[in-house]
């Protein structure tokens, strides 16, 4: 069975964790849009890693790792990921790694017009700063750089005068700012792609081969649904798909492929960086939920914005996934609660909306209506099975069974990999 695993809510719902668990009963797991921009957490008897753009089944002996088609890589940050686990004693090997070919890269460039751009607007996006925008505003532009040209020195000398002549330009007439030398970018990029040529091939050829054989594939999405760059809060969104509909796109492989969609969410809500955020705490709760779910950027570091759980939001995002099952993560954040709020709907100039606003100043000046449940003010930390769990924190679950109408399999109750239960 191929299984696709998504963010429902605005990334960080704790996808890494999952993955972790459920990369050890596939034979493959492939990572399909976003860059390292996006960031997953995994704990291991008490050793944390942090995966910016390899996935985290690479900690499982015999298990191989994609990065598909749809990631933009930077290949200086991929390297240092490689080197890093290898220093750590993880030995990354060429059978059990494999990057697509077709994959664009983040030039320096890049990095430097994601902070220009950020600078210049009036409404900022709050965007990572790692280039991953500019990326992909190239590859829609049909100017980008893949890996595969970083393999042959006269098409990578090509791309790179020409688009160097217009960046260039545009930094020095636009920005202000000093252009780039192409020898040293040349030079360096050209090391780049001997260091990770190895590792390079067409991997959806790959991918749909290993299905031909009956191998398992699990597909790792970066960010989350509402940061989806046609179906999230736009403009403040990421720069590709990250619903499930992008696992196609971003891998090579057919949707009849596919045969299920697990979301991920939190059992409240974050979001990083800026953008409408209908249910976030007053500052008292807020910094009292982030310091206990360690609520700051597996990527950037920057605090989360915290707030309670939106099912307006997580609805939504089931039906245009094709949710099948849901994982509630972190519930043990909420132990201490004495009351637990629910969005259940949304009221704009005083009428109640019954589906999910389109309309971005809608969604900005939207008013949450709550309901009220009872919390359990006990630990759930480390609970295993369901039934052990605190009466009104099965109550809790229930209610967002009924309210997203799709079943609970999933619930984490700490950070490390065994404090889970499964359903």
């Keep these: 069975m191929n299984v696709v695993v998504v963010g429902a809510q605005w990334g960080d719902e704790g996808k890494g964790k999952l993955i972790d668990i459920l990369s050890q009963d596939v034979d493959i797991t492939v990572r399909y849009q976003g860059g390292n921009n996006a960031g997953h957490t995994v704990v291991v008897k008490d050793k944390e890693y942090v995966f910016h753009l390899l996935p985290s089944a690479i900690l499982h002996k015999g298990k191989v790792c994609v990065i598909g088609n749809g990631v933009v890589i930077d290949p200086k940050a991929l390297i240092e990921e490689i080197e890093g686990l290898e220093k750590r004693g993880l030995k990354v090997l060429v059978k059990r790694f494999k990057i697509s070919g077709f994959c664009h890269i983040v030039m320096p460039y ?151 969609a697990i979301a991920c969410v939190k059992a409240y809500t974050t979001r990083v960086g800026e953008g409408p955020f209908p249910t976030e705490f007053t500052t008292e709760l807020k910094d009292e939920i982030r310091i206990k779910g360690n609520e700051f950027g597996a990527t950037t570091g920057r605090p989360r914005r915290c707030g309670w759980f939106d099912s307006m939001l997580v609805r939504y995002s089931v039906i245009i996934n094709g949710i099948s099952e849901l994982a509630i993560m972190k519930l043990d954040v909420l132990d201490d609660l004495d009351k637990i709020q629910i969005c259940t709907g949304y009221k704009y100039n005083g009428k109640l909306l019954k589906t999910f606003p389109m309309d971005f100043e809608v969604l900005t000046k939207a008013v949450p209506s709550y309901e009220t449940l009872p919390g359990w003010q006990s630990t759930t930390c480390g609970i295993t099975r369901y039934k052990d769990l605190p009466v009104n924190a099965r109550k809790y679950i229930k209610r967002l069974e009924e309210l997203l109408k799709v079943g609970v399999k999933y619930i984490s109750n700490g950070t490390k990999r065994d404090q889970i239960i499964k359903r």
């Design 110 to 260: 890049h990095r430097i017009l994601d902070g220009l751009r950020e600078s210049k607007r009036k409404n900022r996006i709050g965007t990572t700063g790692r280039g991953i925008g500019p990326c992909y505003a190239d590859k829609v532009a049909r100017c980008g750089i893949r890996m595969v040209d970083l393999l042959n020195p006269n098409l990578l000398r090509s791309k790179l005068e020409d688009n160097l002549a217009e960046k260039n330009e545009t930094f020095e007439k636009v920005y202000d700012t000093k252009g780039f030398s192409f020898n040293k970018i040349y030079k360096e990029y050209l090391e780049y792609g001997k260091r990770l040529a190895p590792y390079v091939e067409n991997t959806a050829l790959y991918l749909n081969e290993a299905i031909d054989k009956k191998k398992t594939i699990l597909f790792e999405g970066a960010q989350g649904t509402f940061l989806d760059i046609d179906f999230g809060t736009y403009p403040f969104v990421t720069s590709s798909n990250s619903i499930v509909g992008g696992v196609c796109c971003g891998s090579g492989v057919s949707p009849t492929k596919i045969h299920k």
